[in-house]
């Protein structure tokens, strides 16, 4: 269970963001609508929010879930594999001092973003993208063996992100797309398939017994309500013009 969320809200900045989406720029006063009712919608499946303020410093850095790994145990600032985005990371290791006594940090040459780090119980799939290389998924390795976790690393071929393509809804469920239906490190589980037209709601988000699923993709929350989550749908069109999605804009621990 989950009982605090770090959130940061979008800059005017969010515009010069880095996509490949090739959906037009988002719109900054309708990311803030949509972002403050993200914010509710975690704060209704049970969670205590803190929300830094904007850094127009960093187009990208509503998506907090790429600076850092949090678990009950441990947080590990990340080093983010996209130039624009080092630096985003120091403010949020100061959000989690309150919470941690020490943290943990992946440390040149190696890359490592949050985004590539999907957590299944005490087991962690750590993607290796063009985001996160080798050097930094094995440091990441090495901290959660630190702390009784353990990991295997999954090599991406076409997704951004690990969790772009697969979301874990607890007790052995997977929400997967694309190259991750059939992938092999995943036959253990109880795979739900994303339909062909709704591939963007893998990224979907399990908290607190709730599954939240991008507004739009019905096929997606029909699935998942069949197999009795309670499913609360969230606007995020504008940040999936950047990329991000629903686990990208919040770090749970």
């Keep these: 269970m989950f009982r605090h969320a770090i ?22 006063e309708q990311a803030l609508r949509q972002h403050a009712a993200y914010v509710d919608a975690l704060r209704s499946c049970g969670l205590e929010v803190i929300v830094l303020e904007a850094d127009e410093r960093f187009p990208d850095s509503t998506f907090v879930e790429d600076t850092a790994v949090v678990t009950e145990k441990i947080a590990v600032i990340s080093s983010p594999g996209a130039p624009s985005r080092r630096g985003e990371e120091g403010s949020i ?5 309150s919470f941690f006594p020490s943290l943990e940090y992946i440390k040149p040459p190696g890359t490592l973003e949050g985004g590539d780090v999907m957590r299944a119980g005490d087991y962690f799939y750590i993607g290796l993208s ?12 090495q901290i959660l063996e630190k702390s009784g976790y353990a990991a ?15 979301a874990y809804l607890e ?9 991750f239906i059939a992938h092999p490190v995943f036959r253990e589980f109880h795979l739900i398939p994303a339909a062909e037209d709704e591939l963007y709601a893998a990224n979907s988000l399990w908290i607190n017994g709730w599954v939240l699923v ?3 993709f019905e096929k997606t929350k029909c699935a998942v309500e069949n197999l009795g989550y309670s499913v609360k749908t969230v606007d995020v069109s504008e940040f999936r013009k950047l990329d991000g999605g629903l686990s990208c804009l919040s770090l749970r621990f």
């Excluded at 290791?93 to 001092?97: N, R, Y």
């Excluded at 090599?155 to 772009?164: D, F, G, I």
């Design 214 to 216: 991008p507004a739009g």
């Design 7 to 28: 959130v940061r809200k979008p800059c005017r900045n969010l515009v010069r963001g880095i996509s490949t989406a090739l959906l037009g720029k988002p719109d900054y």
């Design 152 to 166: 295997s690393l999954v090599p991406l071929e076409r997704v951004l992100h690990l969790k772009t393509g697969v």
């Design 130 to 141: 063009q985001r996160t290389n080798r050097e930094g998924a094995s440091q990441l390795v």
């Design 171 to 179: 007790n052995k469920k997977l929400l997967a797309a694309g190259e």
């Design 93 to 97: 290791a100061e959000a989690l001092k």
